[in-house]
Each structure stands twice: as C-alpha cells, then as structure tokens.
Nanobody, 118 residues
C-alpha cells in the first residue's frame, strides 16, 4: 500500500500565500506512482479538483486557481507541492492529497485545513 502524508496549510490573509506538501510513503519500491494531486472540499460542497501532476510533469488546474496556484513534483522524494498565492476567502477548504499508484489504486491524505481571512 501507499499512503499520502500531508503537511502545511493553516491560516492566511487574503492576498497571502501558503504551501502544501504531500509525500508518498509505504511500498514505494513495489508500486509505480502515477498521477498525484490536490483536491479540496469546502463546507457543504463536493470535493473538487485543484491541481494534478503526472510523472512527467504535465499539470492540470481548476480554472478557479489558474495563475495563482502552482503544483510541482519531486519524483526522487515521491513528493508534491502546492504553492498557493493571491489567496482568496473562497479558497478556504480542507485540502486533500491524492496519489494514484499501481494500476488502479488511489490513496487519499487525511486532509489539511486552509483558511483565508478577508
């Protein structure tokens, strides 16, 4: 199995920045790590995609975060980063790391709270 371990998040003012980190752990020598990414869920809303990155560095972003958030990946460390800038109150949510591995498996992190005050 592969687990997603998140860190970062917290409280920021509107216009500020935060950085999230997600590291894969577990059976990394047994499974191939495929797409990794971030999703978020605000109160009373469905979980939505924020950004994903594949093994070759191809990225995908939600329209709402394009130009403000940057996802990056260090394959040697099995780690991804989400640099969030120009934060808005509507970015407030629990952010979850997603790791797709093996043929069809996916692991979710425990979630980290991001709160942006106006």
């Amino acid at each position: 199995q592969v687990q997603a371990v998140e860190s970062g998040g917290g409280l920021a003012q509107a216009g500020g920045s935060l950085r999230l980190t997600c590291a894969a752990s577990g059976s990394l020598s047994y499974f191939s790590i495929n797409d990794m990414g971030w999703y978020r869920q605000a109160p009373d809303k469905q979980r939505e995609l924020v950004a994903t990155i594949d093994r070759t560095g191809n990225t995908k972003y939600a329209d709402s975060v394009k130009g403000r958030f940057t996802i990056s990946r260090d394959n040697s460390k099995f780690t991804i980063y989400l640099q969030m800038s120009s934060l808005k109150p509507e970015d407030t949510a629990v952010y979850y790391c997603s790791i797709e591995y093996g043929l069809t498996r996916r692991s979710w992190g425990q979630g980290t709270q991001v709160t942006v005050s106006s």
